[in-house]
């Protein structure tokens, strides 16, 4: 996994879940400095003077990921360019993760990360040590610009950022958007003494119930394998269980109901996958287009209506009590390119007021029923 990183001291809880996520796999941290090389200046480079300070970051977070940064124009640019480099020989990230762009308020999380890892230790430290201890997040975060200081106007637009996601899925990339993160604290969620959920909604929203499907595209096995990985992660396995969502039309009679839940339940048995169905009536129910997903192209996408995504927050949302992560299908974006700002705003409707949420879009598969 690729993780795309602007300031740690705003990202520390989402550089931390990634490394749950990704389990053994390769785990890359990327951060680019928007900038130029001037052949006229003998300034050093960027990327060699901040790159020791992630280091010691990724030291601190206790994450087992590799640091890559460039200098580039534009995020955009230089993601590609981090798509392209990351990795070791043969062994190179497969998934582009993001954080979302919104307009929400950018809180430093970095100092509250420290005090929460090091509670337990520090209840058996002298406080001269627990002053040092304190010391060092300092200097740590001195690494590093204040989110409250730094200009709050964004590096790239709403489009640029949709323009990001078209690039991955382009160069064969996996995509994840995080939203929610920013309210995310493992040590806390750990420490309430009782189950959450690990919630996964496998139904592509954006499109027609015309055609019902009975089985799930590429981006639903990989919705599905993410959420079984994180919850394999030991501490996630004592303190959650997993959650698959299914939708039927309102109205759908008990034993339509009870075969479709029977069926999920089956093929999740198939797949290896240890969670419990929990069938959802509403009355704008769909499924899947493997074929949308599958295709080379990107394929004409037809947005919703903003107060049909605003039926869909609605009913994620009546499901979430006691949830601690939510997994969505993640649409590809339009091919008309004037249509990115609206489509990046039908995802922000649509993840609206929910607990931490992954929108997943996964091109490869990943599972199969035929072992």
């Known amino acids: 996994m690729l993780l795309m990183v602007a300031n740690p001291r705003t990202s520390c809880h989402l550089i931390d879940f990634v490394n749950d996520l990704k389990k053994t796999g390769l785990y890359v941290v990327g951060h680019v400095h928007v900038g130029t090389m001037d052949d006229t200046s003998d300034d050093p480079d960027p990327a060699q003077i901040e790159y020791p300070k992630w280091l010691e970051l990724i030291d601190f977070l206790k994450v087992k990921a590799f640091a890559e940064l460039t200098v580039s124009d534009s995020v955009r640019d230089g993601m590609r360019h981090l798509v392209r480099v990351s990795g070791l020989g043969g062994m190179k990230p497969n998934t582009v993760c993001l954080g979302f762009f919104d307009n929400s308020a950018r809180e430093d999380l970095l100092w509250n990360y420290r005090a929460a890892s090091s509670r337990n230790r520090l209840l058996h430290l002298r406080h001269d040590n627990a ?54 604290n493992k040590q806390d969620l750990f420490s309430r003494g009782r189950r959450m959920w690990i919630d ?7 499109t027609s119930a015309a055609s019902p499907v009975t089985h799930f595209d590429d981006t639903c096995l990989f919705l599905l394998q993410l959420a079984c990985i994180l919850h394999m992660v030991p501490n996630w ?6 959650r698959v969502f299914a939708c039927v039309p309102l109205g759908t009679g008990i034993d339509e109901t009870q075969l479709k839940k029977w069926r999920l339940k089956e093929y999740l048995s198939a797949l290896r996958i240890r969670g419990k169905v929990h069938v959802v009536e509403w009355e704008n129910a769909g499924t899947p287009k493997p074929s949308s997903s599958d295709s080379p192209t990107f394929p004409d996408v037809v947005l919703p209506e903003e107060d049909f995504v605003k039926r869909i927050n609605g009913v994620i949302r009546e499901q979430c009590s006691g949830t601690a992560v939510v997994f969505l299908y993640l649409p590809r974006p339009p091919s008309d390119f004037t249509q990115h700002e609206a489509y990046l705003r039908c995802l922000e409707v649509m993840s609206d007021s929910l607990p931490p949420t992954v929108l997943v879009h996964g091109l490869h598969p990943v599972t199969s029923t035929t072992l």
């Open 131 to 184: 002053s040092i201890e304190e010391s060092g997040t300092s200097e740590l975060c001195d690494n590093f610009p204040d989110p409250k200081q730094s200009p709050s106007a964004k590096e790239f637009s709403g489009a640029e950022y949709v323009g990001m996601i078209c690039d991955a899925l382009r160069m064969k990339q996996n995509v994840c958007l995080f939203r929610h993160f920013a309210q995310f």
């Open 237 to 242: 396995k004592r303190n959650s269980c997993l």
């Open 200 to 206: 996964v909604w496998p139904v592509n929203f954006f």
